[in-house]
C-alpha cells in the first residue's frame, strides 16, 4: 500500500521503489509489532484459554508443565506478516497474492483446528481427512491460478545442475507437484511445533536462506545484469518482491522467539505451524526451489520421516524404530535435556540452509 502510495502514484520517494529497502521495512514493522502486541495477546490468550489444557496425556511426563502455556500465539504472527506484506508489498504481483493467500489460508485452517480442541476440551481438533482435504483443495485452486492465469512457467529446476542445460516442463503435473511440496512442507512444520522454539528456529532460518533466493532469481542490476542468469538458475520475473514477505516472516518469527524461546510463554498453534509453513512451502515453489527445498527443510523432513519410517515399522513388523516419533520425543526420552535438542536441530537447519545456499553458486 505504501509502496502504491509513496512511489506508484506519486513517485515522490524514490527509495520505497526497491524491494530491498521495502523488505528491511516490512522486517522491522512485524519485529517491532510482534514484540510490542505479544505480551498483552499473551496475556489475553492466556485469559480465554483458561482451564483448556492443549497437552495430550500420552506425551513425554515433562510436559505435563506446560499445561497453563496458552496456545494460537501464530495467529499474531500471521496478523504482523500481512499487515507489513500489505503495507510495504508491491500488491500489483500475482506472486505475493498467491503467497501471502496459501498462507492466510492455512491459517484459516489451523485456528478452526485450534479453536476446536480448545472448545471441546479435547486434543484432537479437526480429522486428519477433513484437514488434509482442506489443504490440498485450498493449495490446488491458488496454484491453478498461478498456473492459468499468469507466466509462471512448470519447468523444474534441479539442485547443482545448469538450469539453461536441464529444465523438464512437466505442464499441469507442476500443479499436483507443487501442491505436495505446500501441504507437505505445512504438516512437516506442525509436526515439527512440540517444543519451545523448535519449529519457529529454523522456520526463521528458511525464510532468511529464501530471501537470499528469492533476490537471487529475480533480482536485475544495473538495468541488465541478470543475476540468476549468472548464477543458472531460473530467472522468475518479480521474484526479488517475495523478499519482503520473507523479511516480514522472519521478523514476526524473532519477535515470537522471545516469547516461545525455552521456557515458552505461548505456543504458536496449528494456526502459526500450517501457515508458516505453507508459506515457506510455497516460497520454495515460487523461486523454482522446490527440491532445494528438501535440504534447507531438512529439520522438517527429519521429522516427518520419522513419524513415516515409525508407522510403516510398526504396521509391518510390530516394531518401532524411534522411541517415539516425531524424531524430537525420541531424544526426549533419550533423557536429553529440552533446550539442548532445540539448539541442536537449530544448528542442522542452520548448516542445511548453508548447503541450500552452496548450491546456488554450484551450477
Ligand atoms: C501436533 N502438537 C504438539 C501446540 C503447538 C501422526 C502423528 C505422528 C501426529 C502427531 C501430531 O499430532 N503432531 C502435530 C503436535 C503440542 O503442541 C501444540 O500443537 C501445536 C502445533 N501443532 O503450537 O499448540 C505439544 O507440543 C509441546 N510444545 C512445546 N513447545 C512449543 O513451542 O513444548 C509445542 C510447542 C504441546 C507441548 O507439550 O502441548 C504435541 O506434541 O502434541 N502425533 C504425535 O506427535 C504423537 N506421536 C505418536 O503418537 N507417535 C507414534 C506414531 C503415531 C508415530 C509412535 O511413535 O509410535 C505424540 N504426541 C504427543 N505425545 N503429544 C505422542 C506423544
Given amino acids: 500500500m505504501l509502496y502504491y502510495l509513496l512511489y506508484q502514484h506519486n513517485q515522490w520517494i524514490n527509495v520505497v521503489r526497491y524491494p530491498s529497502f521495502r523488505a528491511i521495512a516490512a522486517g522491522a514493522t512485524a519485529l517491532i509489532a510482534g514484540l510490542l502486541l505479544y505480551p498483552s495477546f499473551i496475556r ?18 515433562t510436559h505435563q508443565v ?38 492466510t489460508q492455512f491459517g484459516l485452517v489451523g485456528f478452526i ?7 471441546q476440551h479435547d486434543s484432537k481438533g479437526l480429522s486428519g481427512k477433513v484437514r488434509l482435504l482442506a489443504q490440498f483443495v485450498a493449495t490446488a485452486g491458488m496454484i491453478s491460478i498461478l498456473y492459468f492465469f499468469s507466466d509462471f512457467d512448470s519447468r523444474v529446476s534441479f539442485p547443482v545442475v545448469n538450469f539453461d542445460l536441464y529444465n523438464p516442463d512437466i505442464g499441469w503435473v507442476y500443479i499436483v507437484f507443487a501442491t505436495v511440496v505446500i501441504v507437505g512442507t505445512a504438516n512437516a512444520v506442525n509436526m515439527t ?31 541488465s545484469f541478470v543475476v540468476a542468469d549468472y548464477l543458472r538458475i531460473p530467472h522468475i520475473e518479480g521474484a526479488e518482491e517475495l523478499t519482503v514477505f520473507c523479511a516480514a516472516l522472519m521478523g514476526a518469527g524473532i519477535s515470537f522467539l522471545w516469547y516461545n524461546s525455552y521456557p515458552a510463554s505461548v505456543f504458536m498453534g496449528d494456526v502459526g505451524s500450517l501457515s508458516m509453513g505453507a ?38 513388523t510390530g516394531k518401532r524404530v524411534f522411541r517415539m516419533a516425531p524424531l524430537h520425543h525420541h531424544y526426549e526420552l533419550k533423557g536429553w535435556a529440552e533446550p ?16 541450500g545456499l552452496a548450491s546456488l553458486k554450484l551450477r
Fill in 44 to 61: 489475553w490468550l492466556k485469559s480465554v484459554q483458561r482451564g483448556s489444557s492443549n497437552v495430550r496425556e500420552d506425551t513425554p511426563e
Fill in 66 to 103: 506446560k499445561a497453563g502455556t496458552p496456545t494460537m500465539g501464530g495467529a499474531l504472527l500471521l496478523v504482523a506478516i500481512m499487515f507489513s506484506c500489505l503495507l510495504w508489498g508491491d500488491l500489483t504481483d500475482i506472486k505475493m497474492w498467491v503467497l501471502m493467500g496459501i498462507t
Fill in 113 to 119: 483446528d485450534d479453536y476446536r480442541k480448545l472448545r
Fill in 193 to 223: 511445533d512440540g517444543l519451545d522454539g523448535l519449529a519457529i528456529g529454523p522456520v526463521i532460518t528458511s525464510s532468511f536462506t529464501f530471501l537470499v533466493l528469492a533476490y537471487a532469481a529475480g533480482a536485475v542490476l544495473l538495468k
Fill in 279 to 316: 508459506g515457506l512451502g510455497t516460497l520454495a515453489v515460487l523461486t523454482k526451489n522446490e527440491i532445494v527445498s528438501a535440504i534447507i527443510h531438512g529439520v522438517f523432513l527429519m521429522e516427518i520421516m520419522s513419524v513415516i519410517i515409525q508407522v510403516i515399522s510398526f504396521k509391518l
Fill in 340 to 355: 539442548k535438542i532445540i539448539v541442536r536441530f537449530w544448528i542442522i537447519s542452520i548448516m542445511l540452509a548453508m548447503v
